[in-house]
């Protein structure tokens, strides 16, 4: 057994829930384990857990964020009610525990359905009374990233990174903020038997609601134009140019750790390292 799905087996197990057949779902960025027969998702940071000092305090951060929703009615995935959900250390990684929720992949949704969901989630989220950081998976998380990325990749293109993140960082701070979800593309939207749910809020945080707009305007799942016009904001507002650059260097950077950890994601690395370079502005995929 993967010892990451054995110490979540473990610690499962040890409140009581019954695994007889865990089933891991996904294994990317983060490892999820249905605990079959349990009804319980466990998650657990691989890559993500490379890139962040202190894996446990971003588990703890989404944990918070989706319990104040969940009480307030907002759809989400919810943690599991069956034992405590997180996040717990064990064994060299840090797993919180989710309720497992039946949903269709293949749902192809609206975009007017994915800008009116988000807006109705920021309306919520705005009464979020917990701290979070100003934009740190933005702004904060990258200089880890181009830490571990020294002596990987070219140092001109390392070199080219780094001013970037630099420029983005002063271009972007102090701006007013609010909680917000993070990392708010579709596949984030979940289509259940109970409707749509928002999942995985490891990126919560203090930001301009301009930064869950990019992330929706960038996405390849639909329209996303249309999707920020269904939100009731303009795709081409010039707020949107910083928020746009700074995701598409996120998200380079995650990919370009992803690919040394797991070999099979080198080439999706190495073409979003060479969409970045031809065009570093975001504002094409």
Same mark, same amino acid.
Request: include cysteine; proline fraction near 9%; aromatic fraction near 4%.
């Given at each position: 057994?993967?010892?990451?799905?054995?110490?979540?087996?473990?610690?499962?197990?040890?409140?009581?829930?019954?695994?007889?057949?865990?089933?891991?779902?996904?294994?990317?960025?983060?490892?999820?384990?249905?605990?079959?027969?349990?009804?319980?998702?466990?998650?657990?940071?691989?890559?993500?857990?490379?890139?962040?000092?202190?894996?446990?305090?971003? %588990?703890?951060?989404? *944990? +918070?964020?989706?319990?104040? =929703?969940?009480?307030?009615?907002?759809?989400? #995935? $919810? @943690?599991?009610? !069956?034992?405590?959900?997180?996040?717990?250390?064990?064994?060299?990684?840090?797993?919180?525990?989710?309720?497992?929720?039946?949903?269709?992949?293949?749902?192809?949704?609206?975009?007017?359905?994915?800008?009116?969901?988000?807006?109705?989630?920021?309306?919520?989220?705005?009464?979020?009374?917990?701290?979070?950081?100003? %934009?740190?998976?933005? *702004? +904060?998380?990258?200089?880890? =990233?181009?830490?571990?990325?020294?002596?990987? #990749? $070219? @140092?001109?293109? !390392?070199?080219?990174?780094?001013?970037?993140?630099?420029?983005?960082?002063?271009?972007?701070?102090?701006?007013?903020?609010?909680?917000?979800?993070?990392?708010?593309?579709?596949?984030?939207?979940?289509?259940?038997?109970?409707?749509?749910?928002?999942?995985?809020?490891?990126?919560?945080?203090?930001?301009?609601?301009?930064?869950?707009?990019?992330?929706?305007?960038?996405?390849?799942?639909?329209?996303?134009?249309?999707?920020?016009?269904?939100?009731?904001?303009?795709?081409?507002?010039?707020?949107?140019?910083?928020?746009?650059?700074?995701?598409?260097?996120?998200?380079?950077?995650?990919?370009?750790?992803?690919?040394?950890?797991?070999?099979?994601?080198?080439?999706?690395?190495?073409?979003?390292?060479?969409?970045?370079?031809?065009?570093?502005?975001?504002?094409?995929?």
């Amino acid at each position: 057994m993967i010892p990451a799905v054995a110490a979540a087996v473990s610690l499962a197990e040890e409140h009581g829930i019954r695994v007889l057949d865990p089933v891991v779902l996904n294994d990317s960025f983060n490892l999820r384990i249905h605990l079959r027969p349990a009804p319980v998702v466990a998650r657990v940071p691989t890559v993500t857990a490379l890139g962040r000092a202190r894996p446990a305090d971003a %588990l703890r951060r989404e *944990l +918070d964020v989706v319990s104040y =929703l969940h009480r307030q009615g907002v759809p989400v #995935v $919810p @943690p599991s009610d !069956l034992l405590p959900a997180g996040p717990h250390p064990r064994d060299g990684v840090v797993v919180s525990f989710w309720e497992h929720v039946e949903h269709d992949p293949g749902h192809r949704m609206s975009p007017e359905t994915a800008g009116r969901a988000l807006a109705e989630l920021h309306d919520a989220l705005r009464g979020f009374p917990g701290e979070l950081p100003y %934009l740190g998976p933005v *702004l +904060d998380e990258p200089l880890r =990233l181009l830490e571990l990325l020294d002596g990987e #990749v $070219p @140092p001109d293109v !390392l070199a080219r990174l780094r001013d970037a993140h630099a420029g983005l960082a002063e271009r972007l701070a102090g701006r007013t903020a609010q909680a917000v979800h993070g990392d708010a593309h579709p596949g984030n939207l979940l289509a259940t038997p109970a409707g749509l749910l928002w999942n995985d809020f490891e990126e919560s945080m203090a930001a301009p609601v301009e930064w869950d707009l990019a992330c929706l305007l960038r996405t390849r799942r639909l329209d996303g134009r249309a999707a920020v016009r269904a939100y009731g904001h303009d795709p081409d507002d010039p707020e949107l140019r910083e928020f746009l650059a700074a995701r598409a260097l996120q998200g380079t950077l995650w990919m370009l750790l992803r690919g040394l950890r797991l070999p099979a994601g080198a080439a999706d690395a190495r073409a979003t390292l060479e969409a970045w370079l031809r065009d570093p502005s975001g504002a094409t995929r």
